[in-house]
């Protein structure tokens, strides 16, 4: 199998963040005008890259704030945007790909953006990269688990008043220390009018994660998980996601940063697709974690022995998940596939 094929293969991103997506070169030279000293490659991975896993969350915290304060103008925003789609596009042969980000999370240090202009200019990178290249992309609005309930409820009306620009809706930060519960009101809200869910779930490896996945499908209609990898961890889970075909938004190289899976070997993605499990696989935080969807691809491949013929059906499972309308998907699939 060489690289040439992996790559014809016709791929779907569903999982990954807008602000943690950034292409190296550009946030150097940022950081660089900023006055930050990056100009070399250790210095640049010391303060923006997770490059091997940290039991340590305050040091990953640390280089998600340092990429926040560089991205501080919505012209830079908008050049991130058609970047991620870019370097999706050219690196990996991404034909559909779903961006969320959090509105709150970049507004939250720059008091000089504002979050219509800010969701403009992402809406201007998204048209310059589908007028560039065949891809399909959608925007997931992100609520802030560690935020408040009336803060999000704010948010997500926001996000519901624009929905024609977004095609789903998620729930992120630390499942652990805040749970999904009290969100579930703004979710089964959003789900009403349409939009399509995924929730940020099972994903730590500490005891009852995977009952989190529950809770996501239960309480807040979750339509897809994000990780959810912890299921692996309970039968009854299992069953339930396949029962109801669920599809996962895998991210391994992500898993093992974080440490939810103690290696790229010891990832549970073969075992739950052997269960039924509809798998998919993702990058996460591409810029920050350092990753192309490629690289996932031979993640999978090189430790857990995944065929292409593998790979085409997470592909399949991860087209029909897709939020973005299946008319937008079919203009950009090739017809006949390698
Ligand atoms: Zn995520």
Redesign the pocket.
Known sequence: MTDAALHALPKVEL?C?LELAFRRSTLQSWALAKGMTVAHEAEFNREFLVTEPMADLPAVLHKFLNTRDVIDTEEKVEQLTYEVCEDMHLESNVRVLEL?YAPSFLLDAHANMDADRMLEAILRGIRRAEASYPMAVGLIGLLQRIKSVEDNARWCDWILERKAHFVGLDL?DDEVAYPAQPFAPLFQKAKAQGLGITV?AGEPNVPGAAENILIALDELGADRI??GVQAIQDDSVIDRLVRESVPL?L?PW?NVLTQAVPSLAAHPFRRLMECGVRTTLNT??PGVMNVTLMDECNNVMNHLGLSLENLRQCNEWARQASFIPQDRIDAVWPKSQP
């Open positions: 999982h963040h969320r992120a940020h994000g990780h938004e991210c992500s996460d935080d």
